[in-house]
Nanobody, 124 residues
Framework: QVQLVESGGGLVQPGGSLRLSCAASGFSLDYWTIGWFRQAPGKEREGVASTSKSGGSEWYADSVKGRFTISRDNAENTVYLQMNNLKFEDTAVYYC?????????????????WGQGTQVTVSS
């Protein structure tokens, strides 16, 4: 059974950092692009960052470039999202997802298996 479980969310002050984890089970990360997405209240879900199955390609939303870094540990079957210099507008539920076979990038339509999400709240 394909499963993705996010963890690491929480409450942080502006300028702070968090590292999210996405633990995968039921499949090997070696063969899939994995993405991080977020959804704020009243807004559509948007792509944040993704990493290709080889780890050789990464994609970032303009709003997080230079602040967020995606990484993967295929041996641990886990993908991470390091978030630095967090801003109020980063507040959202963060989801990780596995792409469809040939999909890459940050389009939510290219991802078919989703975790349940972890809340990130940036507040002073």
């Amino acid at each position: 059974q394909v499963q993705l479980v996010e963890s690491g969310g929480g409450l942080v002050q502006p300028g702070g950092s968090l590292r999210l984890s996405c633990a995968a089970s039921g499949f090997s990360l070696d063969y899939w692009t994995i993405g991080w997405f977020r959804q704020a209240p009243g807004k559509e879900r948007e792509g944040v960052a993704s990493t290709s199955k080889s780890g050789g390609s990464e994609w970032y939303a303009d709003s997080v470039k230079g602040r967020f870094t995606i990484s993967r540990d295929n041996a641990e079957n886990t993908v991470y999202l390091q978030m630095n210099n967090l801003k109020f507008e980063d507040t959202a539920v963060y989801y990780c997802a596995r792409s469809f076979a040939a999909s890459t990038g940050l389009n939510t339509g290219g991802y078919g298996a989703w975790g349940q999400g972890t809340q990130v709240t940036v507040s002073s």
